[in-house]
């Protein structure tokens, strides 16, 4: 018998990266392939045959998790279903009133983002809930089966069902499914208190319009993929990657692809928790640079952070996720000039057709050009050989912007890394004084293809600790989707006094979302698992308060009836996270949560030789950065052993990224892999 192989898959907008590992040794091979936008099944198609040029059959992969960006270009783009909405009699406003808030609070012209689904397809439904989920006005059939009609007239081919208050009692919409079922079959429908059953009508309305919107695109890519998959020899069902971190059957990602909107990045960050772990480092700041953006999350503990709350393209997405933030442009943004004569770089981006101008297609000049033109790219060897850069393309496309500074062509390519750098630090900032720690306790964590040649940029500015580059950074988004676990998020509303509640309700309580999370578990079908984890919080707030936040709790406290343990930790984080707390105010419950984690198999950590000699460089050549140059050894990451170590200014090339080293750091290779940037002299 051959040997069993699993399989994770990113699809980025520049490339498609596949990380695969030997069941049997822990052997680990990393590919990267353009990205095909008008047909992503095919990318992977492409890596499967690479994989094969390496003697990998598809036939022997028995474990397939994909990342996928469907759901979230679909959204993006605007190039969703034909959608219409069912609500409450007086609600037809929903969506356009929104909250009434200005997006941006100091510009009087800054617009409300425009409703995926216009007024003249919003229909009302005679019927009423209370706050409590009692009845005041029965679902009427007669304005039901008129609203229905006019959903069918409209055109549209789905339709979203959000009541008043079905959070508490889903009891008419499911009337409504229903007869929607009956009279028109063919009709997509999606109901919101399936999809997300807590309060807040118009947070609930727009993300089930999101899910049903993005709905069709993504079930027809699954297809796609399937298909694809059975032709090239994969049996294995496919898993899909969530935005919570964890990983999902296809099937239950058919059903509701709102949650998969922010699965690549958090499969990266994913990873980067393994790599942080594997390095000993407890407290990271995650830097994800791809083709298209820049992206950061906060590791503390060894632990991801999480939110509850997430916005894209202006729509509230209600659903537990990693917490990330975009800190500026990737490798395909481009400059340009704006009306006042200055530089920008991105946000746009060239993506991977036509991709930077190096790659031989584009016209325009990109982050990667600058990158080639400032001597930190190898040409010979971007992406393991397998694309070919012309550093003349870059030359002649970033002259016209050389020509409007002032400068040649290698100088304004300089002036763009500034640019691009100075933005991430200004967002990067926001990003910490939100937090409130300290950059010097934490450690830079760069991945994606872009990470490790930017994150010493941004290190220097901000004063981290040290830069973690893991093994395979251009492809970790990968591995950490093949490294996730299956993770459920049960929840329930209860909008309760917490000294009102009885206590051993709220125990069984959570024991019976404890008993929904395993179920789900148990329909993943899913074999090999190494255990289980529940995790438990409350979403809780002073009576009076507008917002909630996520207090976690520990099962001793539940099995020991610890109610006054419970009201001490909310107090304490409330003080914590807004410097002060109200022991004599009433506590309000909100939500009951409770998380699942089913913890899948981790690859073997692959321990590096300790060095016996001085590591040598394989060349030299002239980089510029900050308006200087500098001539800098070229370095084989492949060559590194644990301790070996290289001194700046230097480049570290390997075959899916590069790492930068400046003047004043030095790198050191550990012995699970992970180089480390340390400046010469520590920081006071």
Same mark, same amino acid.
Request: with cysteine.
């Given at each position: ?86 609500v ?32 003249e ?88 319009s999101v ?14 993929l ?43 960050v ?17 830097f ?105 393309r870059s ?11 002032g ?33 010097r306790?934490?450690s ?22 040290s ?36 206590? $051993?309700?709220?125990?069984?309580? =959570?024991? *019976?979302? %404890?008993?929904? #999370?395993?179920?789900?578990? /148990?329909?993943?079908? &899913? ?79 692959v ?7 001085e ?13 200087? $140059?500098?001539?800098?050894?070229? =370095?084989? *990451?492949? %060559?590194?052993? #644990?301790?070996?170590?290289? /001194?700046?200014?230097? &480049? ?33």
């Amino acid at each position: 018998m051959g040997d069993s192989w699993r399989l994770g898959i990113d699809i980025g907008g520049t490339f498609t990266d596949l990380t695969i590992i030997n069941n049997e040794t822990g052997q680990l091979t990393n590919i990267k392939t353009p990205t095909v936008p008008a047909d992503p099944a095919q990318g992977i198609a492409n890596g499967l045959a690479l994989l094969r040029e390496k003697g990998i059959n598809p036939q022997d992969i028995d474990y397939f998790v994909h990342g996928t960006t469907i759901g979230l270009n679909t959204l993006l783009q605007r190039r969703g279903e034909t959608v219409a909405l069912l609500v409450t009699e007086g609600f037809r406003d929903l969506l356009n009133l929104q909250r009434l808030r200005l997006p941006i609070p100091y510009d009087f012209r800054s617009r409300l983002p425009e409703p995926l689904i216009p007024r003249e397809r919003v229909f009302t439904v005679k019927e009423r809930l209370r706050h409590d989920g009692s009845v005041h006005t029965p679902l009427d059939m007669d304005s039901l089966d008129e609203a229905i009609r006019g959903v069918l007239a409209s055109g549209a081919k789905g339709v979203v069902v959000c009541f008043l208050h079905s959070y508490k009692n889903p009891v008419h919409e499911q009337q409504a499914v229903a007869r929607i079922a009956e009279l028109a079959p063919g009709l997509g429908v999606n109901a919101s208190s399936v999809l997300w059953s807590q309060m807040r009508e118009y947070e609930r309305a727009a993300m089930t319009s999101v899910n049903m919107y993005i709905q069709p695109n993504v079930q027809r890519y699954f297809e796609t993929l399937q298909e694809r998959l059975s032709g090239e020899g994969v049996r294995t069902r496919p898993f899909i990657t969530q935005s919570n971190g964890g990983i999902m059957d296809i099937g239950t990602a058919a059903e509701a692809p709102v949650r998969t909107l922010f699965s690549g990045p958090a499969a990266g960050v994913i990873g980067a928790v393994q790599a942080a772990r594997s390095a000993g480092i407890g407290n990271v700041i995650t830097f994800d640079m791809g083709g298209t953006s820049a992206d950061i999350s906060i590791i503390e503990g060894g632990e991801p952070t999480f939110t509850q709350t997430n916005q894209l393209a202006g729509m509230p997405i209600m659903l537990p996720s990693v917490s990330m933030y975009s800190v500026g442009a990737g490798g395909g943004s481009y400059a340009w000039i704006d009306n006042g004569g200055l530089l920008k770089v991105g946000p746009e981006s060239v993506g991977s057709t036509p991709g930077p101008a190096c790659y031989g297609r584009g016209d325009k000049a990109a982050l990667t050009d600058a990158f080639l033109l400032c001597g930190y790219l190898n040409p010979e060897r971007f992406a393991a050989g397998n694309v070919r850069l012309y550093p003349e393309r870059s030359a002649q496309a970033i002259q016209p912007v050389a020509q409007h500074l002032g400068l040649n062509e290698r100088e304004a390519a300089d002036r763009m890394i500034q640019v691009a750098g100075a933005n991430m630090y200004a967002e990067l900032s926001a990003v910490m004084e939100q937090h409130g720690f300290d950059p010097r306790e934490f450690s830079l964590l760069a991945f994606g293809g872009g990470g490790p040649v930017t994150a010493n940029f941004l290190a220097e500015e901000i004063q981290a600790q040290s830069v973690l580059v893991p093994p395979s950074p251009g492809t970790l988004c990968a591995l950490g989707a093949l490294t996730a676990d299956f993770a459920y998020d049960a929840v329930l509303s209860l909008q309760q006094r917490f000294d009102d509640y009885p206590f $051993e309700q709220l125990v069984r309580e =959570y024991d *019976r979302l %404890a008993d929904q #999370a395993r179920t789900w578990l /148990e329909q993943q079908q &899913v074999s090999g698992l190494e255990g289980s984890t529940l995790y438990y919080s409350m979403d809780a707030r002073y009576a009076g308060q507008a917002f909630e936040i996520e207090l976690p709790l520990d099962r001793f406290m539940l099995e020991a009836g610890k109610g006054e343990r419970i009201a001490e930790a909310f107090h304490e984080l409330h003080r914590r996270q807004y410097g002060h707390s109200d022991e004599a105010a009433v506590l309000e419950l909100i939500n009951l949560r409770v998380r699942l984690v089913g913890h899948t198999q981790k690859p073997v950590t692959v321990s590096l030789p300790q060095a016996d000699s001085e590591l040598k460089p394989v060349g030299q050549r002239t980089i510029v950065y900050g308006g200087k $140059e500098y001539e800098a050894g070229i =370095y084989s *990451r492949a %060559a590194m052993k #644990a301790g070996h170590q290289v /001194e700046g200014p230097a &480049v570290v090339e390997q075959d899916d990224t590069t790492v930068l080293i400046l003047k004043g750091w030095y790198g050191e290779a550990d012995g699970s892999g992970n180089l480390i940037l340390k400046r010469k002299e520590v920081l006071a």
